[in-house]
């Protein structure tokens, strides 16, 4: 079965305590990507990588880390997590074709709801 | 920059009756749109797509429209279900990165 896995799925942490949230797709998808979704403000990318070794930064990048090493993870590391972040996050993968990968279905993961106190 | 609005939820209806969902967008170029779709504590999934102007997107009932002279996709369905409850996004496509509306969340009571 085609599936988008993050772990954990439910965090409560404290300012300042590093965490990641790991990210796994089993499609072989190129292209991968992080969001947050928060109330009256819906989805915003944080980071995405269009394939191994390559990443660049979304439109709410601050704070936060990511990686990609091997396709089919691509974690998402708080160095010193802030109550800001408090969010529920959204891992996303797609197949990267000719027209680039957003013209393709994004696969979503189940979400990561993460409290920081 | 590119971007989407929604019409503010939520949107209450009853079993069986019609639904509009508004989606305009301002984008340069000639993106992709896409309603996703997200029930209860589920990430989202895609509902339809459309790919270029006049095409219509439909999956299970539901139906938008590519308008660009009138930049929109609105969604509709003629007869919504209980089971039709969810939070549903508006979105269009740039190279690598898509832009969503903020969520119009629908409620359909018996």
């Known amino acids: 079965e085609a599936q988008v896995t993050q772990n954990p799925r439910y965090l409560i942490t404290v300012t300042g305590k590093k965490l990641t949230v790991t990210c796994s797709q089993n499609m072989n998808h190129e292209y991968m990507s992080w969001y947050r979704q928060d109330p009256g403000l819906g989805l915003r990318q944080i980071y995405y990588s269009m394939n191994v070794e390559v990443t660049d930064k979304g439109d709410v990048p601050e704070g936060y880390k990511v990686s990609r090493k091997e396709k089919r993870n691509f974690p998402l590391i708080l160095e010193s997590p802030s109550p800001n972040q408090t969010s529920l996050y959204f891992c996303?993968?797609?197949?990267?074709?000719?027209?680039?990968?957003?013209?393709?279905?994004?696969?979503f993961g189940p979400g990561t709801r993460l409290t920081v106190l | 920059g590119d971007s989407v609005t929604q019409m503010e939820g939520p949107v209450t209806l009853s079993e069986e009756a019609f639904l509009t969902i508004n989606c305009t967008y301002t984008?340069?170029?000639?993106?992709?749109l896409f309603w996703y779709v997200q029930y209860p504590g589920e990430g989202l999934q895609l509902l339809l797509k459309?790919?270029?102007?006049?095409d219509k997107g439909s999956n299970k009932g539901f139906e938008a429209t590519y308008r660009k002279e009138t930049t929109s996709f609105h969604l509709e369905k003629g007869s919504v279900q209980v089971s039709d409850s969810a939070v549903y996004f508006c979105?269009?496509?740039?190279?690598?990165?898509?832009?969503f509306g903020k969520g119009t969340m629908l409620l359909v009571s018996p």
């Open positions: 984008a340069t170029g000639y993106p992709s």
């Open positions: 979105a269009l496509s740039g190279y690598s990165t898509l832009t």
């Open positions: 996303a993968c797609s197949f990267n074709g000719p027209e680039g990968p957003s013209t393709d279905t994004q696969y």
């Open positions: 459309a790919t270029k102007a006049d």
